[in-house]
Structures are given as structure tokens and as C-alpha cells.
Nanobody, 122 residues
């Protein structure tokens, strides 16, 4: 399955954005989904995952970001609120079947989309 992340943009600190992960086919519904991000000069970082309907978040986004899927599970979202300049990065969605203990590991996900840029100004 091919994935495309969309919904990024430029927003002021404190603002909100909702990212969408759009798959190329319905096999996406059979996979777990995650979001990662990569800031310039930094390694790709786990942000959030939805593993068999259980959400996980990196500590820095807890209470501000919400991961979800639509009822058909053919789309996934990352709702980001109270954005901070340190959230600035390219955001990627990923899909796969990681063991629950490996949900933070990028290598556990088989499918990746092109990222979408999120820029938060102070």
C-alpha cells in the first residue's frame, strides 16, 4: 500500500493542524498506523501510533496530539493542537503490523508515505 500524508502547513505557536494519511488501497485497513517526524539535522522520531485501536504517544505530544482513524479505517489522522515551534518537522505516516512492544520502532513499519511539512512559528 502506498501512503500520502497531507495537511501540513505554516501555523503560529498555539495553533492547530490536522494531518491526514491517505492510502492507495483498502489493504490499509488491515494494518496498524503510526506517525513519525523528522526535523532538520535530527533523526526520525516516533510521534504516535494506533495499535489495534490503542493509542500511543511520545511524551512531548501527550495531551496535545490525537491519533485516529475513520470508521472504515481507510484514512488516518493526527490532530495537533497547541503547536509549539519544536513540533516543526516533516511528518510521515506509516503502516504495518509491528509487535505492540515495537510500535516506536520505525523499522517495524512496512509502508511509508511522503511526508508533509509542519512549520510552527513563535
Amino acid at each position: 500500500v502506498q501512503l500520502q500524508a497531507s495537511g501540513g502547513g505554516l501555523v503560529q505557536a498555539g495553533g492547530s493542524l490536522t494531518l491526514s494519511c491517505i492510502p492507495s488501497d483498502r489493504t490499509f485497513s488491515s494494518y496498524n498506523v503510526a506517525w513519525f517526524r523528522q526535523a532538520p539535522g535530527r533523526e526520525r522520531e516516533f510521534v504516535s501510533a494506533l495499535i489495534w485501536s490503542k493509542p500511543y504517544y511520545v511524551d512531548s505530544v501527550k495531551g496535545r496530539f490525537t491519533i485516529s482513524r475513520d470508521g472504515t479505517m481507510n484514512l488516518a489522522y493526527l490532530r495537533m493542537t497547541n503547536l509549539k515551534p519544536e513540533d516543526t518537522a516533516v511528518y510521515y505516516c506509516a503502516a504495518g503490523a509491528p509487535l505492540e512492544s515495537y510500535y516506536r520502532d520505525a523499522s517495524a513499519y512496512e509502508f511509508w508515505g511522503k511526508g508533509t511539512q509542519v512549520t510552527v512559528s513563535s
